[in-house]
């Protein structure tokens, strides 16, 4: 092993929902420390879903994250001289971490407005399996079976 394992904190869930990834997802959408801009932008977010999809907004964001979440991935590895691209299974807190970074990502390049507003529409387009953070997760599902063949590279 290189480095030390980082130690895993507990997170402490989001006074709205009682959620964990609520409270996650804002602590990723935070710049500079800034908690309270970031729970008024997700807030926000989750108000504009009610209001447009008449759902509640923890069962959107919960849909459009098991829609987003990645199962499995491509790895480079080398041998002889030669990289592969190996598919390899995520670990689940891995899996959670880049469905919440893609739908940030693909939020904050949305075209729009305010901020709630684009991150309201990438969650319900997320929900309903559209969206640039879908289409991520599905590219990286499409490299993964096309290099099926160096499976047995895994380590």
Known sequence: MRRNRATIRPTIPDPRHQSRVVS????????DGKKSVAESVVYGAFDRIEEVSGRRAIDVFEQALRNVT?????KPRRVGGATYQVPVDIRSERRQA??????????RRRSGRSMPEKLAAELLDAANNAGNAVRRKEETHRMAEANRA???YRW
């Open 70 to 74: 990645p199962i499995i991935e491509v």
């Open 24 to 31: 996650k997802f804002m602590s990723n959408l935070m710049r």
């Open 98 to 107: 880049l469905a919440l970074r893609w739908l940030l990502d693909s939020s």
């Open 150 to 152: 160096f499976v047995h």
